[in-house]
């Protein structure tokens, strides 16, 4: 008998209330775990998590920034899986079930990559493709790696290598971080397709140029630091089967 792994959602959010009702729909029914990182919303972010699903578990950020509200997330989470996605609607989240796949048949990490075959983005920007382009070589040149898309938000990993990509940043670099954390710690990396779409409501708090510039310290910070141990595999594990659409 197989036994499937536990899987928990992260989804950073402030001030989306008004969007949680589009991205909760998409998320499958058989996810064991929601955890809601709430900014300290000023609308009714967290009565609206709540209504849509009563046992989502809230989680009130005391610092600021994406990575902050992320690194409190992903502490909350007891599943085997952690899956990580935005609360804009961008990101949908019927696609987890190929970062699923993927972690279960033998990744580490899976990266959502909107230039994958399959994948693509109704809201890149020139600036942002451009930028994203030039840091996405410097850190494949860096680390060897052949990563096609570095600055994307949904990724996937197995709780236990929490540990190793160890968030210690506060905006939207953490995906660089974590992807540059993956690749130091040997994980295996597995890339998936990923349909990117625009922000339903409001307004994003990404600034390509400023937080451009985030990304290339960040990749500069961790080229002039020691590389990251890997955690140490399980001594055996169980073979996982995949759960299935929603």
């Not at 451009?130 to 790696?145: E, P, S």
């Not at 998936?192 to 990304?215: K, Q, T, Y």
């Not at 630091?225 to 955690?231: D, E, I, Q, S, W």
């Amino acid at each position: 008998m197989a036994i499937s792994p536990t899987v928990s959602v992260v989804v950073p959010a402030m001030n989306e209330a008004e969007n949680l009702p589009h991205v909760f729909a998409t998320l499958p029914q058989w996810i064991d775990e929601i955890v809601l990182v709430d900014g300290n919303s000023v609308d009714d972010t967290v009565a609206v998590a709540k209504r849509l699903r009563p046992n989502v578990r809230i989680v009130t950020q005391t610092g600021k920034g994406k990575g902050d509200a992320l690194a409190a997330g992903f502490a909350a989470c007891t599943g085997d899986i952690i899956v990580m996605i935005d609360a804009d609607g961008s990101t949908d989240g019927r696609e987890i079930i190929q970062f699923v796949g993927a972690l279960v048949t033998g990744a580490d990490f899976v990266k959502g990559s909107r230039y994958a075959s399959g994948g693509g983005s109704d809201d890149l920007t020139f600036n942002r493709k451009f930028g994203n382009k030039v840091l996405t070589g410097l850190v494949n040149r860096i680390y060897g790696t052949s990563y096609s898309d570095l600055c994307y938000g949904y990724n996937a990993f197995w709780a236990r290598h929490l540990d190793v990509l160890n968030l210690d940043c506060d905006g939207f670099e953490v995906e660089t971080l974590m992807n540059i954390r993956a690749a130091k710690a040997g994980l295996k990396v597995h890339e998936v397709p990923s349909h990117e779409r625009c922000r339903i409501h409001g307004e994003s708090n990404l600034h390509a140029v400023r937080d451009g510039i985030r990304v290339l310290r960040t990749i500069i910070r961790e080229w002039r630091n020691n590389p990251v141990t890997a955690a140490p595999e399980p001594a055996a594990t169980t073979p996982a089967a995949d759960q299935g659409a929603a």
